[in-house]
């Protein structure tokens, strides 16, 4: 599959703060998803978008298409400690029929 | 809950045998993904079906196999089991080709001792 690279790897907030993460690839997509995923569960879909430039909201997420349509980047703004988890970015090349993944961004929100 | 329905949720099992894990899609979806989690490998795609045939193939071994069944639920076969197959194996669905939104199950967590 595409290599997608996510970063940070990690990170670790104080409640309130914002939050940045970002998805880079070599190779065009024409979709990007977001995906949460908690301990001992499955990735849970967060936002889905379909445009180069398209700028998505969920709440207080927000999620945008990179113009180059290579990379994609997601914001969580007033951070809450349910916001823990692994964050992954999830990439559909024009002519693939699976979801290539990155390997995660781990948040970890203190109170 | 997604609606995808995994099972078992765990299974340890011993290096050498042989497993099966099912996967019941979301009502009305034709696709079937599997993926596969280990610790330090993030999500890599196994294999996917559509509608009862195979789609795509991704990093799947020879020991591993699936089908999805006329009634659209899907089993992912391991067999000769080793420690390193020790992971997390996911399942996913989609309605459509064209829709590129996959809700995944909960996951089955295999260990192999």
């Known amino acids: 599959g595409q290599q997608l690279n996510q970063s940070p790897q990690s990170m670790f907030i104080q409640e309130g703060e914002d939050v940045s993460m970002n998805c880079t690839s070599s190779?065009?997509?024409?979709?990007w998803l977001w995906y949460k995923q908690d301990p001992g569960e499955g990735p849970v879909l967060l936002i889905a978008l379909y445009k180069a430039g398209e700028l998505t909201s969920n709440g207080r997420l927000t999620a945008q298409f990179g113009i180059t349509r290579k990379d994609s980047f997601l914001n969580i703004s007033a951070s809450i400690p349910s916001d823990v988890g692994i964050y992954f970015c999830?990439?559909?090349?024009?002519?693939?029929?699976?979801?290539?993944f990155g390997k995660g961004t781990s948040l970890l929100v203190t109170p | 809950d997604s609606g995808v329905t995994q099972t078992p949720k765990h299974l340890i099992t011993a290096t050498g045998q042989r497993v099966t894990l099912r996967c019941s899609p979301r009502s009305g979806d034709l696709s079937v993904y599997w993926y596969q989690q280990s610790l330090d490998q993030g999500l890599q795609f196994l294999i996917q079906?559509?509608?009862?045939?195979?789609?795509a193939k991704g990093n799947i071994l020879e020991r591993f196999s699936a089908q999805q069944f006329p009634d659209l639920h899907s089993e992912l076969n391991l067999s000769s089991l080793e420690l390193g197959d020790s992971a997390l194996y996911f399942c996913?669905?989609?309605?459509?080709?064209?829709?590129?939104?996959?809700?995944f199950g909960q996951g089955t967590r295999l260990t192999v001792v």
């Open positions: 079906y559509y509608n009862g045939e195979e789609r």
């Open positions: 996913a669905s989609r309605p459509r080709e064209g829709n590129p939104e996959a809700f």
């Open positions: 190779s065009i997509f024409n979709t």
């Open positions: 999830a990439g559909l090349l024009d002519s693939g029929y699976a979801l290539n």
